[in-house]
């Protein structure tokens, strides 16, 4: 079972920035769709980017233009850079691959202020 770890969260001002991590223990890593998802208070869990094995990625439309997410696959990392953030983006954000998801991390606070 590969393990999921992420980090950078924080608080921060509405407009700020903020670049999550996302380690994981195993090089399978290296050919996963990976995902960052995002579950906010009383709210189910939502998609929020991927990126494939060959680095192409995707947005929700929420976040488009705003967060890059990107990949390191020789340190087994997962990044999301998030730039502009919003009120509306805090909530506790976590990384899996997009089918048959590992167990998941303890995920990591954003909590931007308005």
């Known amino acids: 079972q590969v393990q999921l770890v992420e980090s950078g969260g924080g608080l921060v001002q509405s407009g700020g920035s903020l670049r999550l991590s996302c380690a994981a223990s195993?090089?399978?890593?290296?050919?996963?769709?990976m995902v960052w998802y995002r579950q906010a208070p009383g709210k189910q869990r939502e998609l929020v980017a991927t990126i494939t094995m060959g680095g192409t990625t995707n947005y929700a439309d929420s976040v488009k233009g705003r967060f890059t997410i990107s990949r390191d696959n020789a340190k087994k990392t997962l990044y999301l850079q998030m730039n502009s953030l919003k009120p509306e983006d805090t909530a506790v954000y976590y990384c899996?691959?997009?089918?048959?998801?590992?167990?998941w991390g303890q995920g990591t606070q954003v909590t931007v202020s308005s």
């Open positions: 899996n691959r997009d089918r048959r998801q590992w167990s």
């Open positions: 195993s090089s399978i890593f290296s050919i996963e769709t």
